[in-house]
């Protein structure tokens, strides 16, 4: 069954998410970008939180390292970091480019290596907006990745829809989840995306500006709409 996650920035927000019916619960900071990280103590804060106040089951957590350029050493020091906070799931984005240098996804993979085979789950986030090698999802898989997610990284309203056609979107479904992964879709989604979405098939879909006031991702969240979507899935 496809599970709800809904990405907070506090306790508080977690406290909402969990009474309204949340699967995951992301961590992060919509005011720092794409996948703007939140500061360590504050995740570790919030696992902590999440860990003793699941109603039936523990439910997971994720975060993400932030916004970072994909330099090997940089990446690993920073999943290093995250996974002290003992958060079950760590993101990371696979941007295109900073400062007009173009990322070097394998050598980032190849140093994550080490870290997966010690049992650490890693997410690789994909953007909507780009074009990857064809032979990146395996290459995802090799490097020992728990899942692949695709999500926007222009956060202007458009969402996966505007860039795949459904056919699309589910090749893309099947491709990673015929390589064990998990599959996740997010990004700028809100209830009217849920029915075409749920045709995928994803293992989970994520939720921010969706479910906070006026849509609006740096807004607080509203526990009415978290109900709403949980409902229709």
Do not use: W
């Not at 019916?21 to 970008?33: C, E, T, V």
């Not at 500061?39 to 970072?68: C, H, M, Q, W, Y």
């Amino acid at each position: 069954m496809t599970q709800l996650l809904i990405s907070v920035t506090t306790i508080k927000e977690a406290q909402i998410a969990l009474e309204n019916g949340a699967d995951f619960i992301d961590l992060k900071d919509p005011s720092k970008g794409a996948l703007g990280a939140l500061p360590l103590s504050r995740i570790g804060e919030i696992v902590t939180f999440v860990s003793a106040n699941g109603e039936n089951e523990r439910k997971l957590t994720s975060a993400t390292i932030g916004d970072l350029p994909m330099e090997p050493q940089l990446i690993l020091e920073q999943v290093v970091a995250l996974a002290k906070t003992k958060v079950d799931i760590i993101k990371i984005g696979f941007f295109k480019e900073f400062d007009g240098k173009f990322s070097d996804y394998q050598s980032c993979l190849d140093s994550l290596k080490a870290i997966t085979q010690t049992g650490v789950k890693l997410i690789a986030v994909l953007f909507a907006e780009y074009e990857y090698p064809a032979s990146l999802i395996l290459a995802i898989k090799n490097a020992g990745f728990y899942g692949v997610m695709l999500d926007t990284v222009d956060k202007n309203g458009a969402t996966f829809l505007d860039y795949f056609s459904p056919e699309k979107i589910k090749k893309l479904a099947e491709n990673v989840q015929a390589q064990g992964l998990l599959f996740g879709l997010a990004g700028s989604l809100n209830i009217q995306h849920v029915a075409i979405v749920k045709k995928v098939n994803p293992d989970y879909i994520g939720f921010r500006g969706g479910v906070c006031a006026d849509n609006q991702r740096k807004s607080g969240l509203d526990a009415e709409k978290i109900r709403v979507i949980r409902k229709v899935m």
